[in-house]
């Protein structure tokens, strides 16, 4: 990929938004860990330092060697990345006096100055970082104050490396997209070509060459990501590609019919395999969320290398991976196992012997929705909710009876359904049920019941790193409760999730 930016991670909450936020500006661009700079790193057009929960001082803090990109490729330095050039470059990096976090102003802003250029003094800026840059490195220009931050932003004289003490990448800081770009496109003089259909021919030029005359399976979901990446595959490689959508008895209600009927007009080369008892039987008495993912992971698995031997010469797997998974498992502090679990990036159990493809994963979700809109997918499937890879097993927490899965299924049909009748589905990121192992007492007519409890979770985000609860119609919510408690059996109490990630994850288990 020419012109592209390279983001070099130390562990910050938002580095993945520094990505987001060049690839808005129809830049591309790649994180890597701080310990691992690639070796053609000189073949960049620009160098980002992302953030970190370290401080400088510390013994332990990231120390990576950048003598291959200090005045040879345009540098900025976000925050610790500020720090570190000034710590260890002859400035001074000291405690702060009182905890620099939240919003800020720039109250002076150097004259003439190109990474400022269309960004006047009184912006707001974003801070988090309890240390403070007190003296400038060697040959530091201050660039920009905030009342409380004399060296707000500076640059080294005869190079171009810039540093900023204030995160430009977050909504908070509102000329922070503006600052970017002057980096970037002013500075760097990096081309703003990264966009939806260089994309698509980009990619199937690389699959046709990748894959040539040979087959590919691939395991669809019904979701936006394994949707997109069949119709990729399905131009480049035609009927050489094979799709799977198998029906592991978690899915939604009807989907399993509902999307095969949606298939049947892309020009896809479909089966559909209902494995529902095999998977409600490898998941008896097990209540584990993480052996509940392994369990449907392997028996996915089976199905799946069960199929992909009925069709002969198969040699790759196409997966849906995303570029979220991506960083994830090569993330600064290691793969995330218990979280991403049931995300197979670029592992396969050996006995399969497939090469793997994965034409979306270095798209972030809503890039992978943008191109789909390029080769004219329909935007409603586009529109789908994410829905996770185990299905309701973790929405149902306890142990997994077909029983169950029929009461979460009715429930989360009507939550479903009834946010699209109030036209609310397309204002939210995701929204499910889930089925508590709790019961309570209710009365029902003159009897008391005691049945289960359910709780709704609805939540907005761009890309699921971080999401805030959707503050639902009360109207919408106390028809969506009364239609739930009378219409499915075993149900008396429904509630509404009001926690947002962080703290709380979107799914429960």
């Not at 500020?82 to 976090?101: C, D, I, M, N, W």
């Not at 097990?286 to 992971?297: A, L, N, T, Y």
């Not at 790759?316 to 990036?345: C, R, W």
Request: proline share 5%; aromatic share 8%; charged share 25%.
């Amino acid at each position: 990929m020419q012109n592209n930016v390279l983001i070099l991670d130390f562990g910050s909450q938002y580095t993945q938004l520094i990505a987001r936020r060049v690839r808005e500006l129809n830049i591309y661009c790649e994180i890597h860990p701080f310990h691992k700079i690639p070796e053609n790193v000189s073949e960049f057009k620009a160098v980002i330092l992302s953030g970190s929960p370290f401080s400088v001082r510390a013994e332990d803090a990231p120390h990576p060697d950048l003598s291959k990109i200090r005045g040879k490729v345009p540098m900025l330095a976000v925050c610790y990345g500020a720090q570190y050039l000034a710590h260890f470059h002859g400035g001074k990096v000291e405690p702060s006096e009182t905890r620099e976090y939240g919003r800020a102003n720039l109250s002076v802003i150097k004259d003439a100055e190109m990474l400022f250029d269309d960004i006047t003094e009184n912006s707001q800026v974003w801070m988090s970082h309890s240390d403070t840059i007190k003296e400038l490195p060697k040959n530091g220009v201050r660039l920009a104050s905030t009342h409380d931050v004399l060296n707000a932003a500076y640059r080294i004289d005869g190079e171009e490396t810039y540093a900023i003490q204030f995160h430009p990448e977050v909504y908070h800081s509102t000329d922070g997209k503006q600052l970017l770009e002057n980096f970037l496109v002013k500075i760097s003089k990096v081309e703003q070509e990264w966009t939806p259909e260089a994309f698509v021919d980009m990619t199937v030029a690389d699959l046709k060459q990748q894959i040539g005359n040979e087959k590919v399976v691939l395991g669809l979901s019904g979701g936006v990501d394994s949707t997109v990446a069949a119709v990729l595959l399905n131009k480049a490689i035609g009927d050489n590609l094979y799709c799977i959508f198998v029906n592991n008895g978690l899915l939604r209600k009807n989907e399993f019919d509902s999307v095969l009927d949606q298939y049947k007009d892309m020009g896809l080369n479909v089966k559909g395999v209902d494995s529902s008892a095999r998977f409600l039987d490898a998941l008896k008495g097990i209540s584990d969320p993480e052996e509940k993912r392994k369990k449907i992971g392997n028996t996915f698995i089976e199905v799946f290398d069960d199929e992909a031997h009925e069709i002969t010469g198969v040699t790759f797997l196409a997966q849906g991976t995303i570029y979220p998974d991506v960083i994830e498992s090569i993330s600064v502090n290691g793969p995330s196992a218990t979280i991403k679990s049931h995300h197979n990036v670029g592992g396969l159990p050996d006995f399969m012997k497939l090469k793997i493809v994965e034409p979306l994963r270095m798209l972030f979700k809503d890039e992978v929705r943008r191109v789909g809109a390029e080769m004219g997918i329909d935007p409603e499937l586009l529109g789908r909710h994410p829905f996770p890879g185990p299905g309701l097993a973790i929405r149902i927490l306890g142990d997994i009876t077909a029983e169950k899965v029929r009461v979460l299924q009715e429930v989360d049909h009507i939550f479903i359904q009834g946010l699209k009748d109030w036209m609310l589905y397309d204002k939210v990121w995701q929204a499910g049920a889930i089925l508590l192992p709790v019961s309570s007492v209710g009365v029902m007519g003159d009897e008391r019941t005691y049945e289960k409890v359910v709780a709704l979770r609805a939540v907005e985000s761009t890309d699921g790193m971080t999401a805030d609860w959707v503050d639902l119609p009360h109207e919408f919510l106390q028809k969506t409760s009364n239609t739930i408690i009378n219409r499915v059996k075993g149900v008396n109490r429904v509630v509404y999730d009001i926690s947002s990630k962080p703290p709380a994850t979107i799914e429960w288990e």
